[in-house]
């Protein structure tokens, strides 16, 4: 309940033909906002995209030293001054496999997303959830379970809809940012104690654009300092 499902639009990348050469009419920038430092875990599997990008050209480069909405808004001018088409935010502390970009370009969808586990401050609160937050509920308040991403993939769906989420591994079409308001990211907290976090922020400029956001139920990433059960096995720590 409260969660829609997609079906799978795959995607073709096509080429055009000048002078005899061919040339990739999708390029991905790889963006990662950070305070300081990346993970070399993180590095290691931002190369491995890079050797298994099919069909589409891919660079890569980082905003340091800023808040993180800050960081997340000259990530995206960065992308436009390489000449991207996508933006792929890449957060310092995920892990993922090297076909994951792959799987997230098959989609002809505007914002697509991978997923991990949510990063919660207190040991003692045990729930399993993840990043993502599901349609129809108010504020943000409730996340999808990595037990329902299994359960919407056995069922046959690589795509889900979702209310919003966090940025740590996304895809998103460059061209949307020309129809939205800036900023596109910002960081509210409200006189009650509450937050509305960058990323959900953008969600919220998102769904005033009727432009739907996705997860690919197949790209589970890790969160490094974070346990999590199945999905990629790799690095993850108390």
């Given at each position: 309940?409260?969660?829609?499902?997609?079906?799978?639009q795959w995607h073709v990348c096509y080429y055009s033909i000048i002078d005899g050469?061919?040339?990739?009419?999708?390029?991905?920038?790889?963006?990662?906002?950070?305070?300081?430092?990346?993970?070399?875990?993180?590095?290691k599997c931002i190369w491995d995209l890079w050797k298994g990008a099919d069909g589409y050209?891919?660079?890569?480069?980082?905003?340091?030293?800023?808040?993180?909405?800050?960081?997340?808004?000259?990530?995206?001018?960065?992308?436009?001054?390489?000449?991207g088409t996508h933006i792929l935010f890449v957060d310092n502390d995920m892990t993922f496999g090297?076909?994951?970009?792959?799987?997230?370009?098959?989609?002809?969808?505007?914002?697509v997303m991978g997923y991990y586990d949510h990063r919660n401050p207190d040991p003692h609160d045990t729930r399993e959830r993840t990043n993502l937050c599901k349609l129809g509920i108010v504020n943000y308040t409730e996340q999808i379970t990595p037990a329902e991403m299994d359960e919407?993939?056995?069922?046959?769906?690589?795509?889900?809809?979702?209310?919003?989420?966090?940025?740590?591994?996304?895809?998103?079409?460059?061209?949307?940012?020309?129809g939205l308001p800036y900023p596109w990211f910002d960081f509210h907290e409200y006189s009650d104690g509450n937050v509305l976090s960058e990323d959900l922020f953008f969600?919220?400029?998102?769904?005033?654009?009727?432009?739907?956001?996705y997860a690919d139920t197949r790209c589970y990433c890790g969160h490094i300092f974070r346990k999590r059960h199945g999905g990629y096995d790799t690095v993850h720590q108390d």
């Open positions: 309940p409260g969660r829609q499902k997609e079906v799978c050469r061919r040339i990739m009419d999708k390029k991905v920038i790889v963006m990662t906002p950070c305070l300081e430092n990346i993970y070399v875990d993180t590095q050209d891919i660079d890569y480069d980082f905003i340091r030293g800023h808040s993180v909405d800050r960081a997340r808004n000259l990530c995206v001018r960065q992308a436009m001054r390489l000449g090297p076909d994951y970009l792959n799987k997230l370009m098959e989609h002809d969808v505007e914002v919407a993939r056995e069922e046959g769906y690589d795509l889900v809809q979702v209310k919003g989420g966090g940025l740590g591994f996304c895809l998103i079409d460059l061209r949307i940012f020309s969600a919220e400029r998102c769904k005033y654009a009727d432009i739907p956001i």
